[in-house]
């Protein structure tokens, strides 16, 4: 499944305003349980920091996919959200990570979720697709860059 069929226009921030690790994983969940808004809040925030202080989501080229499975849902929920300076985020280059897909899947799905993220890191190791998310501010337009390069 690809990362433009789980989101939309309306699932973009680009405007992160967090300056800890911490703080940008309760922004973007924020960001997705408001959009999104039959998602707990709470109940997801708490899975994936958990998930987070197990190992590191950030992997290199300024990326990071927070994850988690969640009990009670029975899709897959995704968002973007760019952080315009970027930050500290553990990433395996020791670069800071600008961009951030927060990814919610059922507890039993089988591998589908595997599928989407290996989906998002294929898509996410080009270095023009980084290059033209961050230069752009427009959700719709960053819809397009993600579309058109899947």
């Known amino acids: 499944m690809k990362l433009s069929n789980l989101i939309t226009p309306g699932l973009i921030f680009s405007n992160l305003v967090s ?21 707990n809040f709470e109940l997801i925030s708490s899975l994936i920091k958990k998930r987070e202080n ?7 080229n300024h990326i990071a996919i927070p ?8 899709k897959i929920y995704a968002s973007l959200s760019i952080h315009r300076k970027g930050m500290s985020f553990g990433s395996i280059d020791n ?3 600008n961009i951030f897909i927060l990814l919610l899947h059922p507890e039993v799905n089988g591998n589908e979720h595997l599928e989407v993220l290996r989906n998002i890191a294929n898509l996410f190791s080009k270095k023009e697709v980084i290059s033209e998310i961050l230069k752009e501010t ?3 337009e960053i819809y397009n860059i993600i579309k058109n390069y899947e």
């Open 54 to 60: 197990l190992c590191s989501t950030a992997l290199d």
């Open 138 to 140: 427009g959700t719709f």
């Open 19 to 39: 300056n800890d690790k911490d703080s940008c994983l309760m922004e973007i969940t924020k960001n997705l349980c408001l959009a999104e808004n039959s998602l």
């Open 67 to 74: 994850h988690a499975k969640v009990p009670g849902i029975n």
């Open 95 to 97: 670069k800071n990570t």
